[in-house]
Nanobody, 115 residues
Framework: QVHLVESGGGLVQSGGSLRLSCAAS????????MGWYRQAPGKRRELVAT???????NCADSVKDRFTMSRDNAKSTVYLQMNSLKPEDTAVYYC?????????WGQGTQVTVSS
């Protein structure tokens, strides 16, 4: 089994920062990419940022100037540094792991940005 444990969500004022972490553990098949998606109330889940096994980062236009993604291969962990947060960034953020055998999701962590 694959386990994804997310942390770092919370409540922050507009303009503030948060750092999300996602640690993967278990019997992990060959990884293709790992990253973050988010889903706001009444909206579809959308890509925030992902990083491939080769290090290529794909980032949504709405966050690319404010969010930074990084990883620690030794810890099987990815991070999302979120700066200059806006109320429209409020959502549940889900960790995503793409492997050759399937897709895995974390349980999600709530990020709330107050105006």
């Amino acid at each position: 089994q694959v386990h994804l444990v997310e942390s770092g969500g919370g409540l922050v004022q507009s303009g503030g920062s948060l750092r999300l972490s996602c640690a993967a553990s278990g019997s992990i098949p060959s990884v293709e990419a790992m990253g973050w998606y988010r889903q706001a109330p009444g909206k579809r889940r959308e890509l925030v940022a992902t990083i491939t096994i080769g290090g290529m980062i794909n980032c949504a236009d709405s966050v690319k100037d404010r969010f930074t993604m990084s990883r620690d291969n030794a810890k099987s962990t990815v991070y999302l540094q979120m700066n200059s947060l806006k109320p429209e960034d409020t959502a549940v953020y889900y960790c995503n792991l793409e492997t050759w055998s399937g897709t895995y999701w974390g349980q999600g962590t709530q990020v709330t940005v107050s105006s």
